[in-house]
């Protein structure tokens, strides 16, 4: 299996681009595949979600993309097998200031990742948000990107702005950088402006919606304060149960 790098973006924060990266990392890992899942973001909250103090690491991405530390020696097992870490750190924070006069700023992270990312059969990075250098790194380094989509008016205003900054970084830094899907998330099946979003997103980007709808879930905001991914916490709730759909969906790509 040849392997696949996906970022998952959007500028907007809150609408479930973390979650999505640890609960899909996880459950592709359930189904036995080699996954790494990298934090791009200052935040640290997938490296959090994963149960890692963000503030005692040794090294971080971070190092790697900054002081050029191989990331094999940033790299961390986590308590799912098959799925591994490349945790961030609040030093990241810095970094877009740091690499303003580096050679080849945009590159850094497709840099660091390039010697170890044959051994995973899928990468995930979990971008900040915001359309920054960080997250131009991560999508200069990925293959697809998958956009969450909150179920709300306004997460659709920036969507647009979103898709013109991928249209850019394909003409000017990854040519072959393609949209793998729009994930719609935080449904809430009581209101009628939830399905209209779901409906206008399907009917703008037929093609490219994911047919999975992640839905508000209760168990999914808890799992994170237990470090654990839904697949461990809670695989049968709503929440794991849509994210194990969408992980069926990325596998079935082939």
Do not use: W
């Amino acid at each position: 299996m040849v392997s696949r790098v996906y970022a998952v973006a959007n500028q907007k924060g809150g609408v479930g681009k973390t979650t999505t990266v640890v609960s899909l990392g996880a459950f592709l890992a359930a189904a036995d595949r080699r996954v790494l899942l990298l934090d791009i973001d200052p935040q640290a909250n997938a490296t959090s979600s994963l149960g890692v103090d963000k503030n005692s690491l040794p090294l971080s991405i971070y190092d790697a993309i900054v002081s050029d530390t191989s990331l094999n020696d940033v790299l961390m097992l986590t308590r799912r097998v098959g799925l591994d870490l490349i945790p961030s750190s609040p030093a990241l924070a810095g970094a877009e200031i740091e690499l303003v006069n580096a050679p080849s700023r945009e590159f850094r992270l497709k840099r660091a990742l390039a010697p170890i990312r044959d051994r995973y059969d899928f990468v995930l990075i979990d971008c900040p948000p915001s359309l920054g250098l960080l997250t131009v790194n991560a999508l200069a380094a990925a293959d697809q990107v998958i956009i969450p989509v909150q179920c709300e008016y306004l997460p659709m205003e920036g969507l647009a702005q979103l898709l013109r900054t991928i249209d850019l970084l394909r003409a000017n830094v990854n040519p072959g950088l393609t949209i793998r899907g729009l994930l719609m998330t935080m449904f809430d099946s009581r209101t009628s402006l939830a399905q209209q979003v779901v409906d206008e997103v399907r009917g703008h980007f037929s093609d490219r919606a994911f047919a999975t709808v992640v839905p508000r879930s209760v168990r999914l905001s808890e799992a994170p304060s237990y470090g654990e991914p839904i697949v461990d916490y809670a695989p049968h709730s709503a929440g794991g149960l849509a994210y194990e759909a969408l992980a069926k969906e990325i596998l079935s790509d082939g």
